[in-house]
C-alpha cells in the first residue's frame, strides 16, 4: 500500500490545490457579481478569501514538501506556490485598496482572478501530461514485467 499512500498525497499536494484555485475563482465572480450595497462589504469578503488563500499556501508547500511520489521541479513550485501566492495577496490588496479607488482595485482584482484561472488550467493540464507520459507508462511496463 506504500504507491497508494504515495499517490494519495500527491494528490493532496497538486490536485486538490487546483479544485481550490478553480473553487476561488468562481467564488470571488460570484462574490462581485452579488448586489451588495456598498463595496466595502464585498471587499471585505473578499479580502478574506485573499488572506485565506495565502494561508492555505502554507498548507500546500508543506504538502509538496512530505509527500514522496514525485519531486518538484522550479516549474512546480513557480505555479503551485509562487504564482498563487501573488494573486491571492494581490486579492487581499485590492481590498484594502477598494475603500479609496474602487474603479482600480476592480481591475486589480480581475487580474488577480484571471492569474487563479490560468494557473489552475496550467496545473490541470500539468497533472494530465504527467499522468499521460510519465505514469501510464511506467505502469504499463510494470504490468508487462509481472
Not at 2 to 26: K, S, W
Not at 31 to 50: E, R
Not at 116 to 142: E, R, S
Request: glycine share 6%; proline share 3%; with cysteine.
Amino acid at each position: 500500500m506504500p504507491v497508494a499512500r504515495g499517490q494519495a498525497q500527491a494528490g493532496d499536494a497538486f490536485a486538490t490545490p487546483t479544485i481550490v484555485h478553480f473553487g476561488a475563482v468562481l467564488l470571488l465572480s460570484a462574490i462581485v457579481n452579488a448586489p451588495w450595497q456598498g463595496i466595502v462589504s464585498a471587499a471585505v469578503v473578499w479580502g478574506t478569501l485573499g488572506l485565506t488563500g495565502i494561508g492555505y499556501e502554507v498548507i500546500v508547500v508543506r504538502r509538496m514538501r512530505t509527500q514522496t511520489l514525485y519531486t518538484p521541479q522550479f516549474e512546480d513550485w513557480l505555479f503551485h506556490v509562487l504564482l498563487t501566492c501573488a494573486a491571492y495577496a494581490t486579492v487581499a490588496a485590492s481590498a484594502y485598496a477598494a475603500l479609496r479607488h474602487a474603479h482600480a482595485a476592480m481591475f486589480v482584482l480581475g487580474a488577480a482572478v484571471l492569474l487563479l484561472l490560468f494557473i489552475g488550467i496550467h496545473n490541470a493540464w500539468d497533472a494530465v501530461t504527467y499522468h499521460v507520459f510519465v505514469n501510464k507508462p511506467a505502469a504499463q511496463k510494470a504490468e508487462r514485467q509481472r
